[in-house]
Each structure stands twice: as C-alpha cells, then as structure tokens.
C-alpha cells in the first residue's frame, strides 16, 4: 500500500523484545521456508475506515512449508514492519540461512495519534540460529521498501523510496554490509535481478517508468535507460528464463478505485530492454510473483477491505489473484481467483506448484494448489499473529 495517499526510544524497545522471541518449534536443518511481515499499527474497520494506532505489536513470522497444504510458523519475533509496501520489503537467501527485514517507516507520536515517517533500518537475522537471531542493523536509505537477493545470494539491492536511491549490500556468509548507493532521480519502489545477476529492473512508479540497472561483479550502475510502462508501476518480477519482465501496474490511486489497471512485458533479450505488451488484469494489482516454472504469474487485486463501503465501486470486500498465462513472451490473462480481505503478499512454493496469499484483513494466508494456470483455493488457511503485510519465500 502506497505512503503517499494513504523513536529512538521505540527502538530500544524493539531490539529489547527481539531477544525474547519464542520458538515454536525449532527450525530445520533443511526445509522450504517463507517470511511473513504483520502489521498491527494500521487497521480498517468494517466501513474500510483506515485507523492508525499504536505500535507495539508487529511480528516478523518465519513459515516452513515443506508440508504445502499444512504449514506452520516455526517462530514469530517482534519486530516493526509496514503495510506501506510494496509487501517486498523482505527476503530470504538462496540456502535459508539470513533472512534480510527492511522496515519502511517509523511509527512517530502525533499529538493524541500517530503517523508514519521514513525509517532507515534494515535487520539482518541468521535462520540457522535456535531461536532465530537478530546479528545486525544497516542504516540504508530513507523508507527502505521492496529489495531483492540475487540467484547466487551475494548480493542484495534495496530501493529507498524516500532517498529515491538504491542501496547495494554485499552478503557473505553472515556478514551483510553497505557496498554502495546508486541515485535513481525519481522514487522507487521495489527491484527484481535478472537471473544471471548482471541486471535488474527498478519501479519508477511516480513516472510511470521502469529503469535498468547495470552489473558488473559488485558494481552496480544506472543504465540511464527508462521504460514507460501502465500507471505506477509497484511491483516486479522477472521470468526464470530470464527472457522477460512483468511489472504490476497499481493504477492512478495507488488503491482499487474502480478502474481496469495492467501489467507490462518488458523484452529483455532485445538490447535495449523494451516494452511489448500491456495485459489488463483488474482493478489495483500490488502483490506479484512468477512461478518457479515460468510458466504462470499472478497479480494480486486488492479488493475493497480498505476502500470505503460506500464508494461506488466497492462491490466485494474481498480481494482476487489475476491468473496469467506465460508462453514465451506472450503473456495473456486467463482466469481470476478470489481470496480474503485485503491480500497483499503472494509466494510460490519453491516447486511450483502451490500459491500462498496473505490476507491483511483476515489475518491469515490462504493456501491455492497450482496445476499449470489452474489455479484453486484448497479451502485451507494459517492463521497469523497480525495481519500479513509483506511476505516472500526463499530467493531463487
């Protein structure tokens, strides 16, 4: 969800609870896990009536879903994090060992109230630890937001929103530092590598425009080559052939508004990288992902949980995944898929062939088995200690 429309003490607190995290049940030596950030500082009632209330109660939960159909929280640690996404502001390594929790914004008194402000921080937590452990902070940009690990995992980038810039980290091993910042010019969003490592799209969303980034071993530039893609772009992913780019379009009021909204194809094995199609998917898609198989994506459309109920077009609380097709670099909107309140994150399992949604609303994430571009709700829910805002399973 977009910041635009929609302490130190504070700190202290928060490292101070992150030593008391309970394990539920001790982390594997090997499984397939997935990161959930809970947001407990924003709420809509039922009129979608958004309140800001005080911090305290936000949880980063670590998820094993070895066994698709019945996953379960290994552990839930406090932790600050934010529905103001796009709900990638989180990661995990290739080989499961770090887990990398950007918090976008702070949570700062606003006489009897709060508001949100521009946070800089960024956690670092070993997955390998029982319980998981908190083993460093990076300052980065102003409101780190949507990051990204690359296939090799030694390399992490992070578009500060607010610094319009992205942070570059080195990863090895444990040890995650701050190797360099590239100024973009405009505010940015989220970041999606290439699968060689040697690219990587950024959303431009206030442009409408999505930028490449050049890399060459730990050096990473602007490649000053912008493409005009659908209404505020949010979100990015690329396909596992590495081929092309799908960028989810959030439409002009960062929220459903009634209005048809698009994802854009960007042809990466042309040079320069263009865009070749636009594909309508629905009303405000945030969420996004591709499947480890390539073969299908989903756009996840919010749904009227945080609109008023009022509002002309608020026709069903619930939100839906738009199904799409991928054969080559044709990409086509085959089916729809309704979910709960308010979904925001969405990951696959590592295989394929199952889909996790979270529902920020509802409180919990829903549970979809994938069959090529079928895609159907198991009736199955986890339920969460907060309501998931962001969450992303294991880079690959």
Known sequence: MMLNRRCAAHRVRVLLLLATAVAVCPLPALADLM??????????????????????????????????EAPKILISFPLMNSIFGPPVNLAITPDERLAIVANSVDWIPDGASWKPGPDTKLYIFNLKTNPVSHIGTIEVGKQ???????????????????????????????????????????????????????RALVTKFPVHKIAVLSIEGRKVTDAKHDMPVGLWPYNIDVTPNGKIGISADNGASGAPDGHVDTVSIIDLEQNPPRVIDRVVVGDAPEGFAISPKGDV???????????????WFNTKRNGSLAVLKIDGKKVTRVGEVEVGGLPEGVVF??????LYVGNYTDRDVSILKVDGTKITDTGKKLKLPGQPASMRGRAQ
């Open 297 to 311: 994506a989903v756009a996840v459309l919010l749904g009227g949980a945080s609109a008023p109920k009022t509002a």
């Open 144 to 198: 780190p937001s949507g990051l990204a690990i690359n296939r090799a995992g030694d390399m992490a980038l992070v578009a500060n929103r607010a610094d319009k810039s992205i942070s570059v980290l080195s990863i090895q091993g444990n040890d995650v530092k701050l190797i360099d910042t590239v100024a973009m010019g405009d505010e940015v969003a989220s970041v999606a590598f290439t699968p060689d490592g040697k």
């Open 35 to 68: 990161i959930i950030g809970n947001d407990e500082k924003v709420v809509f009632d039922a009129e979608g009536t958004r309140k800001f209330v005080a911090p305290g109660k936000d949880t980063i939960s670590i998820v094993d879903i070895t066994d698709r």
């Open 349 to 354: 399992s590592p295989d394929g062939k199952y």
